[in-house]
């Protein structure tokens, strides 16, 4: 019987990152989850609450792809909100045929340990999210507000940077060779480098 995860998700403290981060703003909210089976974490930002956010549900699919699972069981509060997103989710993944079979599943009410990786992965990306936005500001004098999009790439690149990098005390493995059975063995850049690129076919319209 397998019954990989479950995979949390929860938004419940997410609001409050960003009232605290820009005083006198509307609250942001931000979408968090954790793969209990892998400890992979997941961040970015919402536009709205519910499933209305079509971003959001492609990326969190999207994770739960690359995790890999054939079951799972995406747990949430029980917010209609997160309700409503979480069954989107799913429809998502059931519509792609990556998973064999995929449920949901609502925390007890007032039960923050059944939701505990995922408070903690709030409180551990959106402190890196912090610093690679300070660091940024520090480079450039730029003030970021709470809707600004650079929140949304620093929570994901949180995410990405964590789960390839941060070596957990009771594996002594990253989250990324948990899940692939190999080191991740490419480097990372800095939060805010300066790349250039060229689109593909541009020199066919010059």
């Given amino acids: 019987r397998c019954r990989s995860g479950p995979t ?21 909210v931000a979408l968090f989850a954790s793969c209990r089976a892998s400890t992979n974490v997941f961040a970015t930002l919402c536009s709205s609450k519910g499933p209305t956010d079509a971003y959001v549900v492609s990326a969190l699919a999207s994770w739960i792809w690359e995790l890999g699972h054939p079951r799972v069981v995406i747990q949430s509060d ?29 925390s007890p009410v007032g039960s923050h340990g059944s939701n505990g990786a995922a408070e903690r992965a709030v409180q551990q990306l959106r402190g890196m999210a912090r610093v690679y936005l300070d660091f940024v500001k520090e480079r450039t004098g730029v003030n970021f507000p709470a809707k600004s999009n650079w929140w949304s790439w620093a929570l994901r ?10 070596v957990r005390a009771d594996t002594r493995m990253t989250p990324y060779s948990k899940m692939r059975h190999r080191n991740y063995a490419h480097a990372a850049r800095p939060f805010g480098y300066v790349g250039v690129a060229t689109r593909p076919g541009s020199h066919l319209q010059e």
């Fill in 8 to 28: 949390d998700a929860s938004s419940s403290a997410a609001s409050d990152v960003y009232e605290r981060q820009e005083k006198g703003e509307a609250p942001v």
């Fill in 78 to 106: 029980g917010e209609p909100a997160i309700v409503a997103m979480v069954a989107a989710v799913r429809a998502r993944v059931i519509a792609d045929g990556r998973a064999e079979q995929v449920t949901c599943q609502v």
């Fill in 157 to 166: 690149h949180a995410a990405l940077l964590y789960n390839r990098f941060h």
